[in-house]
């Protein structure tokens, strides 16, 4: 379809080379056609909270990717989000957000994605419940910064479509009185 | 206004005299005119699966009431959500689901609603976000079965017409191909 | 070593055929020597209840085996546990526990894991933190009835050792005044 | 009795003003005799690491305080604990740890604490099940930076003396081979 969709999109690993930033450009690159993902860096965030916040809410939708570091989100994410959160209007109202992690275990971040889940309770956020994507041994699918890995490449496509169907519903929704 | 609303109504606890059983009446004594709640009892669960599915089905909204047993959902409660699971079409899908709970202690069974939600995401439901309606030291907030304070019972109206706010934006995001 | 080692374990599923089932058996298979494991029927609770904490009372640690159903505990186990929780001495507290499961899936049950733990900060209870044994995909590792993974097997094993060596810790810690 | 305690405490606020830093005050006032704790500065955390980490190998017991934000651990200290989590020795591994925090709502940080626990089952740490300490409506229970509240007071009395039990008992566990 036509349709545009804006995106924000955040990162909860710094490093360049980091799995889950791949993992990112691998869903970025599956999006329905009229899409596009602004990618805003987690580091540093106080003084460029504004920015986000403005991106935030003119955004469609939101894109929470998380390393799981000690069985929890990323200490940079949730340092974000804890910034982002006391703009005002707060920007996770309401908005359809997608989650997904990459890790070299078997479980791909699941454990963070369900912290993440919670916070967004708080935030009255409006997270995609399927499909849940969480990349294990994401070592073993990527190769040269490419995902070269099938299943994870439909999942992430999927998802993309989901968010998608989600931003269309939310804009139905948010017609009613 | 002057919709109807059928909801669907499980309690987690089976005794006569439990606060969460009265703080369920009291939920229903404040919902919008035009709402009926349909109680179905969690016990000796297998044979009337599929009179609740049925029920569940035909209902615009779900109400969960957990007390919390050693930090988590009233097994019973647990158990009725595993067998209706299992029945297709799937009746909690996409259904807009309220939780609450009473607790004698502080926390007003926050542990086990968290564990719903995530159960919920399995499930595919739509849990409303806010208000949370965590009633602690439950015991000191009613007086023979009745309801007493203020602001709980405001919690509780206010949940009420989140949940039939919930539905009317579900009936229009379902328009939505 | 020479030291006996009583358990008491619980499985949170009642089929014959369950992949859970089989799982505690080969966990049982791979005790130290000297080892015995008690298995109680998580089934039709109330009136064995005193027995199974009875047992509790006498074992030096608990093994807890749950399938998981809809992201969260058996309701089945979790009411055996409800049920247990309420006699006095508590048969959980400071008793060393390990729990494992076994899910077609790829996490294994670890959303159950978790919020077995967190019962278990209410039980007072002394969870193993490592190994965790999280067995996904079980239905490609059993072969009628019989673990065939080698690396399942291994961890299982490690898992008995953990606990055996939990007892003799909790035997010394208990020495403390 | 006489035994010396150490103890590293971190508070995950860094207001000068914060209340969880106040009640780690009135924690730290409480504490048995004999007992001191280093606090640790959670900001600007990479170049300290190191010290920080020779300061927990050197101690006997860990204290986390941290505030909730969004139903969650701060970012800030769930960074300094990702930080710590890469040395060797891992700091955390099998000391015996108290947590606790305060917020104005009536939760009192408990999925925050929640959260916690579930990271340190992966470090391995030895996490106190009770008391539970969660501070809620903190804002009326101090007054010039001075715990007022008598009940906060003996909870966190028990909590200190609970982890020089625990410190003790890990020290008789660590004589098992």
Chains 1, 2, 3, 4 share one sequence.
Not at 42 to 58: H, I, R, S, T, Y
Not at 112 to 118: E, G, I, N, W
Request: with cysteine; net charge positive.
């Amino acid at each position: 379809m036509s349709d545009s969709l804006k995106l924000v999109a955040f990162c909860g690993s710094l490093r360049k080379a980091s799995l889950n930033r791949q993992a990112l450009h691998a869903f970025v690159e599956r999006l329905p056609a009229g899409a596009s993902a602004q990618k805003i860096q987690a580091n540093g965030f106080p003084d460029k909270v504004q920015a986000a916040q403005k991106a935030m809410l003119e955004a469609d939708g939101v894109v929470l990717v998380s390393p799981e570091y000690n069985y929890g989100i990323s200490g940079v994410l949730k340092n974000a989000i804890d910034w982002l959160s006391r703009t005002t209007p707060q920007p996770f109202a309401a908005k359809p957000t997608v989650l997904f992690g990459a890790s070299m275990g078997l479980l791909g971040t699941a454990r963070a994605q369900y912290q993440l889940r919670q916070t967004l309770v708080f935030l009255d956020g409006r997270p995609v419940n399927k499909p849940e994507v969480m990349i294990g041994q994401a070592h073993t699918k990527f190769t040269d910064g490419k995902l070269t890995d099938e299943t994870t490449g439909k999942m992430l496509g999927d998802l993309g479509a989901a968010l998608a169907f989600a931003v269309r519903q939310a804009k139905a929704a948010a017609t009613v009185k």
